[in-house]
């Protein structure tokens, strides 16, 4: 049964840093590509970052490019997600998710609520 | 970057009806659409990949259609635990990049 469990959320002020982790059970974590997914309060989803089962490519969304890194340890079946810069429109809930043929999300964490703010 | 449309905005049914949601991208993505549920307070659901395949799990009352530019969610009859948010989401070629449709909220008339 897979299961995803994010922490790391909390309040940070507007130009600070925080780390997210995904902690990945039930599957073969290093054989599959993963996601950083994040909702603002009471808006839609917007994907943020993709990383390749091995880590060799990463994509991001141009809103976070040049501030966010993901990254994973296979070792650890942990995925994780470096924000740096923040700014108030980062507050959401942020989900990682696995990927399904690099084409979907098939499953979903619960979420960790990062909220920026001063 | 490609856009995605979803409409209506709202859909409000009873249950036993059928609901046909709409999603349009801004340019072809081939069948590179999928379909999500989403209920207050949980993480989104895939329903549906490939424009018409369902995920595992996902009851045959949820199907997708359509390629290129024009893709539909349809739900042939209404259930209690249907009423939700129902996103679309696509992705671009190379570099994988995603994106997510403005939602679709099927509500009890």
């Known amino acids: 049964q897979v299961h995803l469990v994010e922490s790391g959320g909390g309040v940070v002020q507007p130009g600070g840093s925080l780390t997210l982790s995904c902690a990945a059970s039930g599957f073969s974590f290093s054989r599959y590509a993963m996601h950083w997914v994040r909702q603002a309060p009471g808006k839609g989803l917007e994907w943020v970052a993709f990383i390749q089962y091995d880590g060799s490519n990463k994509c991001y969304a141009d809103s976070v490019k040049g501030r966010f890194t993901i990254s994973r340890d296979n070792s650890k079946n942990t995925l994780s997600l470096q924000m740096n810069s923040l700014r108030p429109e980062d507050t959401a809930v942020y989900y990682c998710a696995k990927d399904y043929g690099v084409i979907a999300f098939d499953y979903w964490g619960q979420g960790t609520l990062v909220t920026v703010s001063s | 970057e490609i856009v995605l449309t979803q409409s209506p905005a709202t859909l409000s049914l009873s249950p036993g009806e059928r609901a046909t949601l709409s999603c349009r991208a801004s340019?072809?993505?081939?069948?590179?659409l999928a379909w999500y549920q989403q209920k207050p307070g949980q993480a989104p659901r895939l329903l549906i990949y490939?424009?018409?395949n369902r995920a595992t799990g996902i009851p045959a009352r949820f199907s997708g259609s359509g390629s290129g530019t024009d893709f539909t969610l349809t739900i042939s009859s209404l259930e209690p635990e249907d009423f939700a948010v129902y996103y679309c989401q696509q992705r671009s070629n190379w570099p994988p990049l995603f994106t997510f449709g403005p939602g679709t909220k099927v509500d009890f008339k």
């Open positions: 340019q072809s993505v081939g069948s590179y």
């Open positions: 490939d424009a018409s």
